[in-house]
């Protein structure tokens, strides 16, 4: 298991600006404009795509664009099994048919001190909830990110736990910010930023927003995510984006802009105050 020390060590290396490198992707038809979009200032592509956080592939900011080049989204099935009335096993493509693909404008977060503005593309994922209908006994969801080693260099390492886990609160994860993610800027998901699959929960702080994902299990216990299972006094399972609440070794006050000089106040709940009624009556300095 990762101590917090040594996880120390790579949270903030390649805090500079972003490598050049990127992959293809394909158009996505029939996108339409969301209400949940924010009016600012979109972080440039040859940004968001060269500037990753994905351990799998490497602890480097511009490691993944140029890792996982060559990784195969193609065929892909993901599970969905637990507190649900039948196992399922779906292929990729007919989840993103699920429902219409919606441009979603959010802001990014990452509990580094460093946030992004992002056109994801996608749907919320309560419209694979409705499908799958979860049993009463359902009150989580666990997400796990595929293990290929083969594949993902990052995995033959032992600086996380593999596979990759986080989870939600069911209520969370009915919310309709949270989006079941398959593209961004029009396109096909990048493979460094998550494809073929990927959560995008924008109040949270990006390591919560898996990728790709190919097993969900409805379950009746919390799940015990990665980070926290990492580093459990550094990162707990809600994560939710709190400027009142500091990471143990820095301050989350603030935040600097991915292309920007200067800092900016981080929001509470990263400014989508339409989640605070999930923690009402919650004490958020003890549930991080």
Request: charged fraction near 25%.
């Given at each position: 298991m990762t101590s917090a020390a040594a996880v120390a060590g790579?949270?903030?290396r390649?805090?500079?600006?972003?490598a050049q490198h990127a992959s293809a992707s394909t158009k996505i038809d029939g996108i339409k404009p969301s209400p949940f979009s924010t009016t600012e200032t979109v972080t440039p592509a040859k940004d968001v795509t060269t500037y990753n956080n994905y351990y799998e592939f490497s602890t480097d900011k511009g490691g993944p664009s140029v890792a996982a080049k060559d990784f195969k989204t193609r065929p892909w099935k993901v599970t969905v099994e637990g507190q649900v009335p039948k196992k399922q096993?779906?292929?990729v493509d007919d989840i993103i048919k699920m429902a219409s693909p919606e441009e979603r404008i959010y802001r990014h977060r990452c509990v580094e001190g460093w946030s992004?503005?992002?056109?994801?593309?996608?749907?919320?994922?309560?419209e694979l909830i409705k499908r799958v209908q979860p049993l009463g006994k359902a009150k989580f969801v666990e997400f796990t990110t595929i293990y290929s080693p083969g594949q993902m260099p990052g995995q033959r390492?032992?600086?996380l736990e593999w596979p990759y886990v986080e989870g939600l609160r069911l209520d969370e994860a009915m919310h309709p910010l949270a989006l079941l993610c398959f593209g961004m800027y029009g396109e096909s998901l990048p493979n460094q930023d998550g494809a073929p699959l990927r959560l995008v929960l924008p109040w949270k702080y990006g390591f919560k927003s898996i990728k790709a994902?190919?097993?969900?299990?409805?379950?009746d216990k919390q799940p015990y995510n990665t980070w926290q299972r990492s580093a459990p006094s550094e990162y707990g399972f809600y994560s939710n984006v709190n400027p009142q609440v500091d990471h143990p070794r820095w301050s989350q006050a603030s935040e600097r802009r991915l292309g920007e000089f200067r800092k900016r106040p981080t929001l509470m709940f990263n400014g989508y105050e339409q989640v605070a009624s999930l923690y009402s009556g919650m004490d958020l300095k003890k549930n991080f």
């Amino acid at each position: 298991m990762t101590s917090a020390a040594a996880v120390a060590g790579l949270v903030f290396r390649e805090l500079g600006y972003p490598a050049q490198h990127a992959s293809a992707s394909t158009k996505i038809d029939g996108i339409k404009p969301s209400p949940f979009s924010t009016t600012e200032t979109v972080t440039p592509a040859k940004d968001v795509t060269t500037y990753n956080n994905y351990y799998e592939f490497s602890t480097d900011k511009g490691g993944p664009s140029v890792a996982a080049k060559d990784f195969k989204t193609r065929p892909w099935k993901v599970t969905v099994e637990g507190q649900v009335p039948k196992k399922q096993v779906f292929e990729v493509d007919d989840i993103i048919k699920m429902a219409s693909p919606e441009e979603r404008i959010y802001r990014h977060r990452c509990v580094e001190g460093w946030s992004i503005v992002v056109p994801w593309v996608g749907f919320s994922f309560s419209e694979l909830i409705k499908r799958v209908q979860p049993l009463g006994k359902a009150k989580f969801v666990e997400f796990t990110t595929i293990y290929s080693p083969g594949q993902m260099p990052g995995q033959r390492s032992s600086v996380l736990e593999w596979p990759y886990v986080e989870g939600l609160r069911l209520d969370e994860a009915m919310h309709p910010l949270a989006l079941l993610c398959f593209g961004m800027y029009g396109e096909s998901l990048p493979n460094q930023d998550g494809a073929p699959l990927r959560l995008v929960l924008p109040w949270k702080y990006g390591f919560k927003s898996i990728k790709a994902i190919d097993h969900i299990k409805f379950t009746d216990k919390q799940p015990y995510n990665t980070w926290q299972r990492s580093a459990p006094s550094e990162y707990g399972f809600y994560s939710n984006v709190n400027p009142q609440v500091d990471h143990p070794r820095w301050s989350q006050a603030s935040e600097r802009r991915l292309g920007e000089f200067r800092k900016r106040p981080t929001l509470m709940f990263n400014g989508y105050e339409q989640v605070a009624s999930l923690y009402s009556g919650m004490d958020l300095k003890k549930n991080f």
